[in-house]
């Protein structure tokens, strides 16, 4: 009897348990806060109101429907006319605030363009594209001038360019003074003056750095050949923007040829020696490649008849070796053939640097040249190609040129052998047939730099592969 009131007991404690268990407290999960807010912030009153008239005051608020944040204004912010002192922004709650600190000019039409430097404080959403406009006479000016900005050399756009419009068109007036009126552009390289007054300008575009003139020639600037009109409709205003190259002869200094003394914190141990290194990649030459010896140091005392090359053990017939202008690369150029072996033989005596140091003993490499399979076969046929503006084919990998070629007659281009890969295109319009690239000079020769046309297709060539394309320019 104890036993079965014991079992009843037992039963009642599992069936609380399970009971507790089903109908416990559940767990507990944080709300989610619902969907991002992807909203910009919305102006609901400007005062004075937007595009006011006879302007004489000094403030103007701009009232938002949620909390808002002023960030990078002075770099964010363009004002045109482009004044002495900039305005001053600052944010508060849902209120911006921009203070004039300018003395403002008499019938002037001024353009306050705030660019992404209006956003709301949770989110971070951009207030895009906004203008404030005042007039201090009795109408807005509203002639306009829009054109595009490419960069010369590779075809592309810059949407970190800015492009400016000056009364005086001294050639000096880029540097030394402010511009008249600035506007942006946009990721496809467009801009667009609006608001602005009667008058012809001199036009330029710079990257903005902040300054808003052209201060140094390591930076991105166009001109235009001739002076625009406010209002104008012309439809090929185009700049192309370069950095223009120094032809001074500056940067390269002679190397003088006199033999120096070993410096006296010549190192112990590997620094006494000479050091070179070559080409080869895992012990394979590139066969649209010549093989390359090299050293940081200039070869001084050098010797080519010092160096044995052979192939398949036998002495190689048919090469030559030369040495660059820098004094610090060797090439060895031969007609080589396919999976092949070969060996480079270097004596110690063959070179010394400025130093007089030597190599610390027999150099040996051997090294195989890669299958013809592993390459691709290229054909490419440019329709519409104008050979007389003196083309030139560049294959681009990030911003190096990895391969060029000169029309000479014909539309297309052929090789048996290309380094499989992805590859931009881009045509050089090559005005003084050197062969390459070369930039424009504003000061004293207004020269404008070679055109590029950037291919909008890319390519890539297969490894064993016939690739065959025909492109429409």
């Known amino acids: 009897m104890k036993l079965k009131y014991l079992v009843c007991f037992l039963l009642i404690i599992c069936g609380f348990a399970l009971v507790t268990t089903e109908t416990g407290c559940a767990n507990i999960i944080p709300p989610t806060g619902g969907p991002r807010d992807s909203l910009p912030p919305i102006l609901l009153s400007a005062s004075p109101v937007d595009s006011t008239l006879k302007f004489t005051g000094k403030k103007i608020v ?3 429907n949620e909390f808002v944040q002023a960030e990078n204004v002075q770099q964010n912010m363009l004002v045109s006319p482009v004044p002495l002192i900039n305005p001053t922004v600052t944010a508060r709650l849902r209120t911006v605030t ?7 000019k008499d019938n002037t ?5 705030f660019g992404n430097s209006i956003r709301d404080v949770n989110e971070g959403n951009v207030y895009k594209n906004f203008t404030y406009l005042f007039s201090t006479g009795t109408k807005l000016d509203s002639l306009q001038l829009a054109g595009k900005v490419t960069i010369a050399e590779t075809g592309k756009t810059d949407s970190t360019i800015i492009v400016m419009l000056y009364k005086n068109r001294d050639d000096s007036a880029v540097i030394k003074e402010r511009p008249r009126y600035i506007a942006r552009v946009d990721s496809s390289g467009n801009f667009h003056f609006k608001n602005l007054e009667p008058g012809t300008f001199a036009m330029y575009a710079v990257k903005d750095e902040g300054a808003r003139r052209y201060q140094s020639r390591k930076s991105l600037f166009a001109f235009y050949d001739s002076a625009v009109t406010s209002g104008s409709q012309k439809k090929d205003i185009l700049l192309y923007a370069f950095i223009e190259k ?3 002869g500056n940067a390269a200094k002679s190397v003088s040829s ?3 003394p070993p410096s006296k914190k010549t190192k112990e141990g590997a620094d006494r020696f000479l050091k070179i290194q070559n080409n080869l990649n895992n012990g394979e030459l590139d066969l649209l490649s010549n093989l390359e010896i090299s050293s940081f140091e ?3 005392r050098y010797d080519s008849t010092k160096i044995i090359f052979t192939r398949d053990s036998l002495p190689a017939k048919g090469y030559s070796i030369n040495r660059d202008t820098s004094g610090k690369k060797i090439t060895i150029k031969y007609p080589w053939t396919e999976n092949s072996n070969y060996r480079v ?7 010394t640097d400025s130093a007089g140091r030597k190599l610390i003993k027999i150099d040996t490499f051997d090294f195989q040249t ?3 399979s592993t390459y691709g076969l290229v054909r490419l046929r440019f329709l519409n190609l104008q050979l007389n503006k003196n083309p030139v084919l560049q294959f681009i990998q990030g911003e190096d040129v990895k391969y060029s070629y000169v029309f000479k007659g014909g539309i297309e281009f052929y090789a048996k052998l290309f380094t499989p890969g992805e590859y931009e295109m881009r045509i050089v319009y090559d005005d003084n047939k050197n062969g390459i690239w070369d930039s424009g000079a504003f000061f004293g020769k207004h020269l404008q730099p070679e055109k590029v046309l950037l291919i909008s297709r890319k390519i890539t060539v297969k490894a064993n592969w016939d690739n065959e394309i025909d492109i429409q320019l």
């Open 370 to 372: 890669r299958k013809e």
């Open 246 to 248: 120094d032809t001074s």
């Open 345 to 351: 033989i270097i004596d110690t005596s063959f070179a």
């Open 62 to 64: 701009l009232n938002f």
């Open 298 to 300: 200039r070869f001084y």
């Open 258 to 260: 006199t033999v120096v």
């Open 109 to 113: 039409t001024y353009a306050l363009d």
């Open 98 to 104: 921009i203070t004039i600190r300018d003395t403002l």
